[in-house]
Structure formats: C-alpha cells, structure tokens
C-alpha cells in the first residue's frame, strides 16, 4: 500500500461487432514515488489500454473493464465517479499523448491550453494561471515564453508542441506523469532532447513516470524499471539491468535481439526478428501467448498459462523455463542468451 | 492582397449573374405587353416598347442596363409603371430581411444544439430520435408546415395571429415554418463535425486535463465543430434574407419573394434583373464577409492567406 500507483490483476476487453478483444489480461504492476517505469511491446499488446484505463479516457462502451483494481495513493480509481476522476486527472495523473501534431486544440492558444488546467484545479484566477502558464513554457525550455503564450498550436515545430504538451501535463506537479510514446512522432535528435527534458523536470517536480515506448535505447536511457508485455499480459518485469543483463523470457530475448548494434565489428551480425505474429486477441490460446512464435517452447506451454515466477527481488517472469522442474533451464537460456 | 483581390471578384461576378440573366430573360417568349396586344392599338404598343428601350437591338439595351446598373438605377417597373425597382425592393426587403434573420438564428442556435445533443449521445436513443426529426424536418415542405402551424397556433390556441405582418407575433409563426428545413440540415452537419471533433486526439488532451464537460464540450468541442457550419451559413442567409415566394404568400407577407415571382410571369423585366442582381449581391457581399470573418474565428487561414 505504500506504492503510489498500484495497479492489480487489471483486464479490460473491447466489444466489437467480431467478438470480444481481451486487450488487457490479468496485469499487476506498481510504481513508486517519483521513479521512471518504462511499458514495453509491440503495437496492440496493451500498453495504451492500460495506461488510458488508469486516466479513466477508456471510452466505455466499447470497453469492459472485467476485473482488477487500480489503486491510487490508496484509492481504487475505478471505483471513482467521472466526477471524482476529473479531480485526480490533470491535476494529479496527466498524460502526453504520442502524436503532438494532432494532441493540441488547433483553436485555442497554447498558453490558454496549459492556464486552463492550472484554473480548473489549482483555483488560480486568470491573471495568475498565466503567470505560471508563462513559467510553465520557460521551464520546458521554449525560447520567447510571453510571446508563445499568444500563439496557436500551428504556429508550433513538432518537438516544441510536445514540449507544449508536456508543460500542460505538468502544470499542476502532478504525481504522476504518463507518457504514452511522447518520441514517436518526433525526430532523433529532438527525441533525445524530450526525453532528457523529461528526465529532468521529473527531478525538479519528483513526478513518478511510466513511460510506454516500443524502443529499447530509450527504455536503457530514462527508464528504472522496466514491463514487457506481449499480447495484453505482463511477460516480465524487471530492473532497468536485469532486462539488458538477465532477461528471463523469450520474448525479451527476442526484443534485444531485434536493436541495432552499431558496435558490431562482424558484418554477419544481422537482426533477428522474432517470427510469426501475436495471437489473436478475440481468442488468446489457453497457454502462453508465445508459445506459437517461442523457439524454446515447450509442451506445457501450449497448455497451461504460466504464473508469474519470481527470479529475483523485483524481477520475475511469465515462462515455464524459470520453473525449475522445466529439462535443464539454465541451458536454455544460456542459449537464448547466447543468441542476444 | 488577398482582401483586394477578392473585393475585385465580388463584382465581376455581380456582372457576370447580371449578363447571364440578361440574356437568358431575352430567351424567354413572350412580352410584357402581351395581354395588352387585344385592347390597344399597335401604336400605342409600339410607343410603350420604345418607353422601355425595348424597341432597340438586344445589344444596345443590353448596354443601356448596364449603364443605370452602374449608378445602382435598376429602372422602372412595368407592370406597375409609377413604382421603380428600387422602391419594390426597399419596399419588400425589410419584411424579408426580418423574417429571414429570425429564421436563421432559429436555424442556427437550435440546429447547434441538437446536433451537439445528438453527438454527445452518439447512438443512443436521444442520438436517434434527434435525426428522425431532423430528417422529418428536412423532408416537410414548408407549405405543408406552414398551414399546421396556423391550424394549431392561430386557429385552435389562438396564442398567434393567423396570418399578416406587423407586431413581433406575426414574425413567429412564419420563422418557425421558414426555419425547420436549415435547422434540422444544420442539426445533421453539426452532429457529424461534432462526432468528427470527439474523436480527435486534442480531445483526449482536454479530457486528460480534467476538465468540466462544459469546458470541454463548449470551449473544445464546439468551438472546433462549428468551424464547417459557417460555409454553410452564407448560401442559407441569402436564401432566407430575400424571402421565400411560398411562406410569404401563405402568411400575407408584403416581402420580396413575391415580386421575384411575380415579375417572372409578367415579363417585367427591370424587376427581374433587378431582383436577381440584388439577390446576387447579397450573396457575393455576405460570402465575401464569411471568408473574411475565417480569419478570425480559425487561427489557422492568417498563415495560408498571406501566403496567397
């Protein structure tokens, strides 16, 4: 209970005209006071859903949210009225969105886009949340504040509208920011700058971040901790180290296996993709969902859903190969690990 | 620039309505005078066409027009020869111009709501029971809701006078017949901009904000969702403003629409040209300022106008 953000057995399915999408399957994850969690996977795992659930922005319908808690300085948000919620949103939780293009209000100025939060929650009046709107744009290092205030969101280059973004998301020191791709859509190098932007404000207000990102060098950068997912469930959890040092599921090893390494020597070094596509999420098979593309599966793994196994302190794994009844694990993954 | 160039086109397309309706008046058979060919002699006739320069070549009246069309002299009616079209229209326009202006804040301020209503309960019952009155809106002609209106408010309440035009009662009836086919067209364009706009990644932003539903839905919503509906505002301001032939007759109405008409069956050409090029001028002087008012109301068109 002394987490800031805890988040248990978590599963939102979708309604659609095919069926029921289980996007979101049995997922636990905490996140502590003022640190930076990094939410791992490919398009369509889970990673939006969950974070869009924890905002309460999941439009239900479609949505189902059918188990789980989401607790909150102790408070379950989902038993929160939309009323309650939008207390705690903005002022409390806040979220970049991934695309800065489209993620601003092309009618309002963007000072008056980050005053409005500042008066709806901080009861600033408006000559005061503009002083601090002002402050806000000085913070996040865009050059000329009085003078951006005044402008609109076209008048932006893509990098300084995320950076308008992220100083609406913090207007209000929240305790906790969720960036949900915020780099995606930006170029490397202003990537880097957000990024370090983020790492930075997050020391100066102690804002806790979860960071969902499908790159890996980001992850290595800004992220403490780190959650992979696959297909709407939670495959590992770790230390920033132990995912690059000792991966303990396949899939992770297929993630690291699939960066760049500009440092190799050998021009033979190629990426290895992992095979095949993720299941179908209207019926996910009963036993890992990665069995189908895993090459160490084994036969329990087509039938039976692995539980979440604990490696070490912080660090644990959804794989029958860290189940030490599983035929000579250690060799196994040695030779995962040989291949990352 | 951008403001000249376009002041310049507003009259060139005057012109060009005012030619076409020249010529396509001369295409018409018959002749003002037509009824009158039994009971005067030819004389007589043939002084009355040369009365109205309609005994000289096409061209050369066609000249003539012009001529009076630039000092804003738009002739003498000749079916009622002691009144100028000038004076018909000064006398018609008010009428009109009240009853159309009425109509389309109707048109508009409720059109807005029920397109928003409709959207925020996107398919929910509300959501659809808006669009069937929309549609039964749409589909009603106006000569059929006019006399309903009558029956019920003037006939069996007696709450409105039945017909004529004078006190501020009078306008109502006649706006609410005259409004219900904009409104509802309007309801549907703003229900859809709306949906549009909800589903816009800014609208995640704003609801991220922890924002009221007022603010998000007035400040962020429709002040996003509006933005197409006012394209369609100026063709439907002239329509309105010059007055429908229909509910203006139904009503007793002393507007424009029935000049316009009538002009057309008598042959009096001065008041058709005259209607018509005033009508167009309406339209090209209210989408001129529609244009022009873009620039204020979406940020975004300074940047592209001043490139253009």
């Known amino acids: 209970m002394t987490h800031l953000l805890e988040v248990r057995n978590l599963g939102v399915n979708f309604k659609t005209y095919g069926g029921e999408v289980k996007a979101v399957r049995d997922v636990s994850f905490h996140v502590n006071k003022g640190e930076i969690v990094a939410i791992v996977g490919e398009s369509g795992s889970g990673k939006s859903v969950t974070v869009q659930t924890i905002m309460g922005l999941i439009p239900k319908p479609p949505a189902i949210i059918n188990a789980g808690n989401i607790y909150f300085q102790g408070q379950d948000l989902l038993t929160l009225s939309k009323k309650q919620m939008r207390k705690v949103n903005g002022s409390k939780i806040s979220m970049v969105f991934q695309d800065p293009m489209t993620s601003l209000n092309p009618t309002m100025k963007i000072g008056k886009q980050i005053a409005e939060a500042l008066i709806v929650h901080n009861n600033l009046s408006k000559a005061e949340a503009k002083e601090k709107a002002i402050e806000m744009i000085r913070l996040v290092g865009i050059p000329n504040p009085e003078e951006r205030y005044e402008q609109y969101p076209h008048e932006f280059s893509g990098g300084m509208r995320q950076r308008a973004m992220i100083s609406i998301a913090l207007a209000c020191s929240p305790e906790l920011l969720i960036a949900d791709e915020p780099t995606t859509a930006l170029d490397v190098t202003i990537q880097a700058q957000v990024l370090e932007l983020m790492k930075d404000l997050k020391e100066k207000i102690n804002t806790a971040i979860i960071l969902i990102t499908h790159d890996l060098g980001v992850v290595a950068e800004t992220a403490e901790r780190v959650i992979v997912m696959y297909a709407g469930m939670i495959v590992e959890i770790s230390s920033v180290e132990d995912i690059f040092n000792n991966p303990k599921h396949p899939y992770t090893w297929g993630l690291l296996e699939s960066i760049p390494d500009i440092t190799a020597t050998s021009e033979k070094k190629r990426l290895i993709p992992i095979e095949g596509t993720p299941p179908d999420l209207f019926s996910p098979p009963k036993g890992c969902p990665f069995a189908p593309r895993c090459k160490f599966a084994m036969e329990i793994c087509m039938d039976q859903m692995p539980p979440e196994m604990e490696i070490s302190e912080g660090h644990s794994a959804r794989c029958w190969l860290n189940d030490p009844r599983s035929p000579a694990p250690e060799e196994v993954i040695q030779q995962g690990r040989k291949s990352s | ?308």
């Open chain 2, 1 to 308: 620039m951008y403001f000249v160039k376009r002041f310049l086109a507003m009259f060139l397309t005057v012109w060009i309505i005012a030619t076409l309706t020249f010529i396509v008046m001369k295409f018409i058979p018959g002749d003002p005078f037509a009824t009158d060919a039994d009971v005067f002699p030819e004389e007589v006739l043939e002084n009355l066409r040369a009365a109205y320069n309609l005994d000289k070549p096409v061209p050369v009246q066609y000249f003539l027009y012009m001529k009076d069309l630039v000092t804003f002299d738009l002739g003498t009616s000749i079916v009622s020869n002691t009144r100028s079209v000038n004076q018909i229209i000064g006398d018609g326009l008010p009428a009109s111009a009240i009853l159309g202006l009425l109509s389309m804040a109707i048109a508009i301020f409720f059109g807005v709501i029920l397109g928003v209503i409709a959207a925020l309960n996107h398919n929910k019952a509300i959501d659809h029971i808006s669009m069937v009155i929309a549609i039964i809106g749409i589909s009603i002609p106006n000569f059929i809701l006019a006399p309903l209106l009558i029956k019920y408010f003037a006939v069996d309440w007696r709450i409105l006078p039945v017909a004529s035009w004078g006190t501020w009662q009078h306008t109502i009836l006649p706006a609410l017949a005259l409004s219900t086919t904009p409104l509802a067209v309007v309801a549907r364009y703003m229900r859809s901009s709306m949906l549009d706009v909800m589903n816009q990644n800014y609208m995640k932003t704003a609801e991220a904000k922890g924002l009221s539903t007022y603010r998000l839905v007035v400040q962020h919503g429709i002040r996003n969702a509006i933005l197409p509906i006012i394209t369609f505002i100026g063709p439907l301001f002239v329509s309105l403003i010059t007055g429908t032939f229909v509910i203006e007759k139904i009503f007793a109405i002393p507007g424009m629409g029935r000049y316009f008409v009538d002009s057309i069956f008598n042959r009096d050409y001065p008041v058709i040209m005259g209607t018509t090029v005033f009508y167009s001028l309406i339209l090209v002087v209210t989408l001129f300022l529609i244009d022009m008012s873009y620039r204020f109301i979406d940020p975004r068109i300074k940047l592209t106008s001043k490139g253009g």
